[in-house]
T-cell receptor, first 113, second 114 residues
Framework: QQQVKQSPQSLIVQKGGIPIINCAYE??????FPWYQQFPGKGPALLIA?????SEKKEGRFTISFNKSAKQFSLHIMDSQPGDSATYFC????????????FGQGTTLQVKP | ETGVTQTPRHLVMGMTNKKSLKCEQH?????MYWYKQSAKKPLELMFV???????ENNSVPSRFSPECPNSSHLFLHLHTLQPEDSALYLC?????????????FGEGSRLTVL
């Protein structure tokens, strides 16, 4: 019940495309859903996050869509650029486990010029 | 530069060696974490420290021994490791007590056990 399942494992898109990464969770106590971005040789860095009281959040070209009833959330990258090529991790946590993030398996995104 | 510095960046050790990983954060945070990152697997939480006190040990084998002397420093002491322990070990920090889950990660220590 603590798992967060992420798909696909890898993704290749052309520049300008809209890659979509999906995550699903089981624990209904989760109330915070961040996405982290990791470039080779670097640690993960927070990209965008959402709480279950909203169904969508946008920050620049990045959008999280959240479906509470389905216990799913996804990351959309609009007008993707080669610089977006990285590994993306979804995660989940709840207030009773402050800072204890449960991560998905990661998606390696390649954006071709 | 995330404000979390890990050393060494790369470490190769034999199964009988003893070594330590070091993490230092300059963000004024009070919570620090060790995560293990293996290929094709989710990041695995190992240990959590809040205000220098260990609050989480995620069933980590005793050959990994953490130490948190103060809120800015975190160590992971390694001894009698196995080849399957080869991975990227990530340190992270956050404000203790927050419920946003925002972690600030270092760049990791790449460990190879021969």
């Amino acid at each position: 019940q603590q798992q967060v399942k992420q798909s696909p494992q890898s993704l290749i898109v052309q520049k300008g495309g809209i890659p979509i990464i999906n995550c699903a969770y089981e624990n209904t106590a989760f109330d915070y859903f961040p996405w982290y971005q990791q470039f080779p040789g670097k640690g993960p860095a927070l990209l965008i996050a959402i709480r279950p009281d909203v169904s969508e959040k946008k920050e620049g070209r990045f959008t999280i869509s959240f479906n509470k009833s389905a216990k799913q959330f996804s990351l959309h990258i609009m007008d993707s650029q080669p610089g977006d090529s990285a590994t993306y991790f979804c995660a989940a946590s709840n207030a009773s486990n402050t800072g204890k993030l449960i991560f998905g398996q990661g998606t390696t995104l390649q954006v071709k010029p | 530069e995330t404000g979390v510095t890990q050393t060494p960046r790369h470490l190769v050790m034999g199964m009988t060696n003893k070594k330590s990983l070091k993490c230092e954060q300059h963000l004024g945070h009070n919570a620090m974490y060790w995560y293990k990152q293996s290929a094709k697997k989710p990041l695995e939480l190992m240990f959590v420290y809040n205000f220098k006190e260990q609050t989480e040990n995620n069933s980590v084998p005793s050959r990994f021994s953490p130490e948190c002397p103060n809120s800015s420093h975190l160590f992971l002491h390694l001894h009698t490791l196995q080849p399957e322990d080869s991975a990227l070990y990530l340190c992270a920090s956050s404000r203790a007590g927050q419920n946003t889950g925002e972690l600030f990660f270092g760049e990791g220590s790449r460990l190879t056990v021969l």
